[in-house]
């Protein structure tokens, strides 16, 4: 699991569904939730976490994704098993662990150094703490 620190820019909220944005540096992310934190307020700071099964690796990716979350990244390092790869992301200052088949990282020619972008679906975030 990967944990990031950012900041509460706005929350919307309709028939019991949140939606929150935060500042994660330059970048933005986004979350969905069913429930919220009482003390989490715009201006918080707060832990959030992604598993790392949840976050997908894109590299020289052009177009559109659904995916709310697409953070600029670059390789710290790569673990290759026999049948998965760990990839270690800096995101912002922050590391980000990414789980993807090692046929996947193969195919993408992964290596350290390399500028990708991780892509985490809203609803894979978050809170595990408001920290102010």
């Not at 706005?10 to 540096?25: A, K, M, P």
């Not at 690796?57 to 710290?76: H, M, P, T, W």
């Not at 790869?85 to 993408?108: F, N, P, Q, W, Y």
């Amino acid at each position: 699991m990967s944990t990031l620190t950012a900041t509460v820019q706005s929350i919307q909220s309709s028939d019991g569904l949140n939606i929150v944005t935060f500042s994660l540096g330059e970048q933005t992310l986004a979350m969905v939730s069913l429930e919220l934190d009482e003390t989490l307020a715009i201006g918080s700071k707060c832990l959030l976490s992604v598993n790392a099964s949840s976050v997908a690796i894109g590299k020289d990716f052009r177009g559109e994704l659904s995916y709310s979350n697409q953070l600029s990244a670059k390789i710290v390092a790569i673990e290759n098993g026999e049948l998965l790869a760990r990839i270690l992301l800096d995101t912002s200052g922050h590391r980000v662990e990414s789980l993807i088949t090692a046929a996947s990282c193969k195919r993408l020619g992964l290596k350290a150094g390399d500028r990708v972008t991780a892509l985490v679906k809203a609803t894979e975030l978050s809170v595990l703490k408001v920290i102010v």
